[in-house]
Nanobody
């Protein structure tokens, strides 16, 4: 099971930190992806971490603004989001799969077996 938290309303240029806490999974061997879905659009992959070795990937749209990290002691992955823009407004989901994903595979939702319910992020201009 995955549970996201940390969403909210923030002004453009502000920051939020999202959390994704996993239970019932071998946390030290998980591929965790963060996706977002804006109204009327499909899932957009934005970041990935493999908890065993902290390999990370980012979408170009968030590179340099978002940072993904993992605290294995807390079974939690974080997404620090800085310099937020109105176009970052979406429901943010974390997803997990056992074992690592290749850099060519991590952006695809079908690669993940477990999904959280999502947390809303709204950025006002």
């Amino acid at each position: 099971q995955l549970l996201e938290s940390g969403g909210g309303l923030v002004q453009a240029g502000g920051s939020l930190r999202l959390s994704c806490t996993a239970s019932g999974l071998a946390f030290d061997d998980l591929a965790i992806g963060w996706f977002r879905q804006a109204p009327g659009k499909g899932h957009e992959a934005i970041s990935y971490i493999y908890t065993a070795d902290e390999t990370t990937y980012y979408a170009d749209s968030v590179k340099g603004r978002f940072t993904i990290s993992s605290d294995n002691a807390k079974n939690t992955v974080y997404l620090q989001m800085n310099n937020l823009k109105p176009e970052d407004t979406a429901v943010y989901h974390c997803a997990a799969d056992l074992g690592p994903l290749e850099d060519s595979d991590w952006p695809f939702p079908d690669e993940y077996d477990y999904w959280g319910q999502g947390t809303q992020v709204t950025v006002s201009s």
